[in-house]
Protein backbone atom coordinates (compact mmCIF):
# COMPACT_ATOMS: atom_id res chain seq x y z
CA UNK A 1 0.00 0.00 0.00
CA UNK A 2 1.56 3.45 -1.48
CA UNK A 3 0.63 6.67 0.20
CA UNK A 4 -0.33 9.85 -1.75
CA UNK A 5 0.89 13.17 -0.95
CA UNK A 6 -2.07 14.26 0.38
CA UNK A 7 -2.85 10.81 2.20
CA UNK A 8 0.77 11.05 3.93
CA UNK A 9 -0.25 14.63 4.79
CA UNK A 10 -3.56 14.40 6.41
CA UNK A 11 -1.95 11.56 8.05
CA UNK A 12 0.86 13.44 10.10
CA UNK A 13 -1.84 15.81 10.70
CA UNK A 14 -3.93 13.17 12.24
CA UNK A 15 -1.88 11.50 13.98
CA UNK A 16 -0.96 14.82 16.33
CA UNK A 17 -4.78 15.85 16.08
CA UNK A 18 -5.04 12.47 17.78
CA UNK A 19 -2.06 13.73 20.31
CA UNK A 20 -3.66 16.48 21.10
CA UNK A 21 -6.69 14.49 22.21
CA UNK A 22 -4.52 12.70 24.05
CA UNK A 23 -5.51 9.86 22.03
CA UNK A 24 -2.61 8.15 21.99
CA UNK A 25 -3.22 4.45 21.21
CA UNK A 26 -5.36 5.50 18.22
CA UNK A 27 -1.82 7.54 16.99
CA UNK A 28 0.17 4.79 17.73
CA UNK A 29 -1.56 2.30 15.27
CA UNK A 30 -0.12 4.29 12.63
CA UNK A 31 3.25 3.36 13.23
CA UNK A 32 4.87 0.34 12.36
CA UNK A 33 5.44 -2.41 15.76
CA UNK A 34 9.28 -2.05 15.02
CA UNK A 35 9.31 1.58 14.76
CA UNK A 36 12.29 3.51 14.45
CA UNK A 37 11.09 7.43 16.37
CA UNK A 38 14.14 9.44 17.06
CA UNK A 39 15.72 12.72 18.17
CA UNK A 40 19.50 11.93 17.72
CA UNK A 41 20.68 14.50 20.27
CA UNK A 42 17.29 13.59 22.92
CA UNK A 43 15.73 9.83 22.43
CA UNK A 44 15.37 6.83 20.60
CA UNK A 45 12.41 4.46 20.44
CA UNK A 46 12.48 1.12 18.67
CA UNK A 47 9.40 -0.04 18.94
CA UNK A 48 5.50 0.96 19.35
CA UNK A 49 5.08 0.58 23.28
CA UNK A 50 8.19 2.80 23.96
CA UNK A 51 6.68 5.21 21.19
CA UNK A 52 3.25 5.04 23.39
CA UNK A 53 4.92 5.40 26.88
CA UNK A 54 6.40 8.75 25.70
CA UNK A 55 3.77 9.82 24.21
CA UNK A 56 1.84 9.20 27.38
CA UNK A 57 4.89 10.98 28.83
CA UNK A 58 3.09 14.47 28.51
CA UNK A 59 2.99 16.07 31.27
CA UNK A 60 -0.79 17.00 31.21
CA UNK A 61 0.17 19.87 29.40
CA UNK A 62 -2.30 20.90 25.90
CA UNK A 63 -0.59 19.90 22.75
CA UNK A 64 -0.74 21.93 19.38
CA UNK A 65 1.22 21.05 16.48
CA UNK A 66 1.44 23.52 13.46
CA UNK A 67 2.47 22.22 10.06
CA UNK A 68 4.39 24.61 8.04
CA UNK A 69 5.65 22.41 5.27
CA UNK A 70 4.59 19.01 4.22
CA UNK A 71 6.07 17.14 1.32
CA UNK A 72 6.49 13.08 0.04
CA UNK A 73 8.32 11.28 -2.54
CA UNK A 74 5.68 8.95 -3.47
CA UNK A 75 7.85 6.59 -5.11
CA UNK A 76 9.93 6.24 -2.13
CA UNK A 77 7.62 6.50 -0.04
CA UNK A 78 9.09 9.14 2.12
CA UNK A 79 8.55 12.73 3.59
CA UNK A 80 9.80 15.60 5.46
CA UNK A 81 7.60 17.93 7.62
CA UNK A 82 7.97 21.44 9.26
CA UNK A 83 6.36 22.11 12.28
CA UNK A 84 6.04 24.26 15.43
CA UNK A 85 4.90 22.09 18.59
CA UNK A 86 3.48 23.54 21.71
CA UNK A 87 3.38 21.18 24.79
CA UNK A 88 5.74 21.08 27.66
CA UNK A 89 7.49 23.75 25.73
CA UNK A 90 7.61 25.07 22.23
CA UNK A 91 9.36 23.27 19.99
CA UNK A 92 10.08 24.65 16.14
CA UNK A 93 11.06 21.11 14.09
CA UNK A 94 11.57 19.48 11.13
CA UNK A 95 11.11 15.66 10.59
CA UNK A 96 12.06 12.74 8.06
CA UNK A 97 8.97 10.13 7.84
CA UNK A 98 9.78 6.51 6.11
CA UNK A 99 6.57 4.32 5.44
CA UNK A 100 6.33 0.42 4.26
CA UNK A 101 3.00 -0.54 3.24
CA UNK A 102 1.22 2.71 4.37
CA UNK A 103 3.12 2.26 7.84
CA UNK A 104 5.38 4.96 9.71
CA UNK A 105 8.65 2.87 10.40
CA UNK A 106 10.93 5.61 11.12
CA UNK A 107 10.75 8.99 12.45
CA UNK A 108 13.56 10.91 12.62
CA UNK A 109 13.61 14.62 14.01
CA UNK A 110 15.34 17.73 14.74
CA UNK A 111 14.04 20.05 16.88
CA UNK A 112 15.04 23.17 18.95
CA UNK A 113 13.02 25.29 21.92
CA UNK A 114 11.98 28.69 21.62
CA UNK A 115 9.00 30.57 22.52
CA UNK A 116 8.92 32.76 19.42
CA UNK A 117 6.76 32.67 16.91
CA UNK A 118 7.30 30.54 13.61
CA UNK A 119 8.63 33.83 11.70
CA UNK A 120 10.37 35.42 14.28
CA UNK A 121 12.15 31.94 15.04
CA UNK A 122 13.20 32.47 11.53
CA UNK A 123 13.97 36.24 11.25
CA UNK A 124 15.27 37.15 8.39
CA UNK A 125 15.82 33.84 7.00
CA UNK A 126 12.20 32.96 6.97
CA UNK A 127 11.66 35.89 4.23
CA UNK A 128 14.57 35.50 2.39
CA UNK A 129 13.83 31.40 1.81
CA UNK A 130 10.22 31.66 2.50
CA UNK A 131 9.22 27.62 1.47
CA UNK A 132 5.43 27.93 1.89
Request: with cysteine.
Amino acid sequence: MKLSQLEFANLVRNIFDACARRDYAWAIQHFSEDVNYADPTRYIMRNRAELLQFYENDGGFEQRTVWHNVVFDEQRQIGAVEWTYDGTHRYHGASWVKLVNGKITHWREYQYVDQREWADFWGNAASESQLS
